[in-house]
């Protein structure tokens, strides 16, 4: 994940390029407050909005409002290159306690992630997949 714009950048939203690997699933979740905008750069993501699934290509949009419960997966054998927004921002923090938790070998604990996942507006509503 490359952090484009930050919350140490501005106070409306943050900006990532988000390699996703092959096989990755989020599961789903849900944001409280976040709203978040997903452009496909390449490859090809399999997503979960609501009800709805969402097969997206490169310049596939997709605009999620807070409370809209959602995954973003890869299910495909190639990399997906996405650009993301997170409105507000400082969900790049997110991200980095994430690696850092992993690092540690403290991914393999569900109670770790999900007061970190609590802490960034991040309601986990089925398993993380990789």
């Known amino acids: 994940m490359a952090f484009l714009v930050t919350a140490n950048d501005t106070r409306h939203t943050s900006m990532f390029e988000w390699t996703i ?16 905008t997903f452009y496909v ?10 009800n709805d699934h969402v097969h997206a290509t490169p310049g596939t949009y997709l605009f999620l409002p807070p ?5 973003i997966g890869n299910a495909s054998d190639k990399i997906a290159r996405v650009l993301m927004t997170v409105s507000p921002p400082g ?3 997110y991200f980095e ?3 850092e938790t992993i690092a540690r070998g403290g991914a393999a604990n569900p109670a770790t992630i999900a007061e970190l996942r ?3 507006d991040t309601k986990q509503l089925s398993a993380l997949k990789s």
């Open 21 to 36: 690997p092959a096989g990755l699933s989020t599961g789903l979740h849900v944001h409280r407050v976040q709203e978040e």
């Open 41 to 50: 750069l390449e490859g090809e993501c399999d997503w979960q909005v609501g």
């Open 67 to 71: 409370g809209v419960p959602h995954n």
């Open 91 to 93: 969900h790049e923090r």
């Open 97 to 99: 306690e994430l690696a």
């Open 118 to 120: 609590a802490r960034y």
